[in-house]
């Protein structure tokens, strides 16, 4: 069932919300044992809200389940974006986007486990007290990362289920295609960003998941816009014109020949006319400058986390600096460890010219061809991830470096913060196989418009 | 670029942490890997291009100077473990 249809049926009081809130949370918990896609499970909240909605069910979401990546901030509930440097936060306050949701009747079922502060692309990075999520295909298999408990439990969930989500590099596109289902990531600026622990701040952006485009469309535009509290969010109208050309990027499609065929096939029933385009800076420049980028911006986002005020607090035996360092090196994984470095590397005198700020004009060079080719198209196609969804046992040997190609598709679209959706496109081996369009920025209605249009509902 | 030793401690002195020999010996060789992988962008031509600080044009964004509520002393306290007296309670300075 879609949420307009949902949100009727309890208009209509044909559902009872009280009691299909708890018959959701019940389901959620058992899925939960098994599968561990919530690092936690609002109960208390839900039933509050749901209490709410069966009083006033007025709302564009009411009663609709929705699940929330860890890294976004919801008053009075653990909020640690899946790090022991904030295990055991609370926020006093509740994200933007957030409170959108719930000012429309959605029920807020949880938060999904992720890698630490998104530092990932399988969802194995995660800090002290929770569990890795497995993938809802194959138990042996991650969900992709970072959002990979959102994937999880969206595909997973028998009920209706929605999941907030946030990319950085490619968080949202990677967990949907490995787990199955829809991820949307809108254009940079679109969504306020008030209320998520960044990451990269030039790079942030919350998107939703769900089971279907439409549910996917339905909760964009009730979180989208412009907010004082986050200065670099936008107002915009945005064009809702039927895409007429589309183009494949060739070298995105330089992958196993089992996917390419799969999404070729899938092109194809969908009625698409495409031709081929290449990206060549893209594909050559696009993860080092990303890399760069976001580590830098990492290394600094992440200087406030020094065991005061709030997260890991330990005994005030040392002065100063060493009180902080010895928190940040108990609360930090390797990974971000791995990742301060850098960035501080990146950012210091004597490096900065030729790291940090290569990349940033390395990314607007990587814009200008993204431009030059939407002068033709207005949607380019890939696949969403150049492999199926890997084994734990095969994660496991991998180097970082390693780690950090696999996000060779999904890292240009987002350095360059151009809206793009991963949905199905078939199946190999019986594992999900996502496929990429990727429009220009503020042209996020098109994405939806062109699959709409195209009957991929 | 070599990331030896010596240049991770300082790094890592830089951004506050402390390293046991063992994640410094793994780290070494890591770190390098990638910092060779990142070398391919000397060969990027970015003569007379702009560094893009955002994908996006972003404009100064003021808000009215207005006197808005701000969270209580209770609230801003709330999850800190470290307090004495209504303050948070932080480490000896010197």
Known sequence: MQIKEFVAKVKSKEIDILDYTSKVLQELEKTNNEYHYLSNISKELALYLAKKVSKDPSGKLAGVPISVKDCICIKGLETSACSTILKGYKPVFTATVVNKLIKEGAIIVGKTIQDEFGFGSFCTNIGNGFSTPLNPFDKERCCGGSSGGSAGITKKSKNLHISIAESTGGSIACPASFCGIVGFTPTYGLLSRNGLIDYGSSLDKIGPMAKNINDCQTIFEIIKGQDIKDPTSKFKILDTNKPKTFAIIKEAFEVDSGIKEIILKKLSNLGFETKEISLPYVKKYAIPAYYIISMAEASTNLAKFCGLRYGLQMDLKEKYNEYFSKVRSQGFSKEAKRRILIGTFARMAGYRDAYYLKALKVRQKIINEYKKAFKKNEILISPSMPILPPKFTEIEKLAPIDTYQMDQLTVGPNLAGLPHISINAGFKEELPIGMMLIGDHFNDNSIFTALGEYGEN | ?94
């Open chain 2, 1 to 94: 670029m070599e990331c030896n030793q010596s240049l991770i401690k300082k790094l890592a002195k830089n951004a506050r942490i402390n390293l046991s020999e063992k994640e410094l010996k793994e780290l070494e060789p890591e770190l390098n890997a990638i910092l060779e992988n990142f070398k391919i962008l000397d060969k990027a031509e970015t003569k007379r291009i702009e560094p893009a600080f955002h994908p996006i044009e972003i404009q100064n964004t003021m808000r009215d100077d207005i006197i808005e509520k701000s969270l209580s002393q209770e609230q801003t306290l709330k999850n800190a473990s470290l307090k004495k007296d209504g303050y948070f309670k932080g480490p000896k300075v010197v």
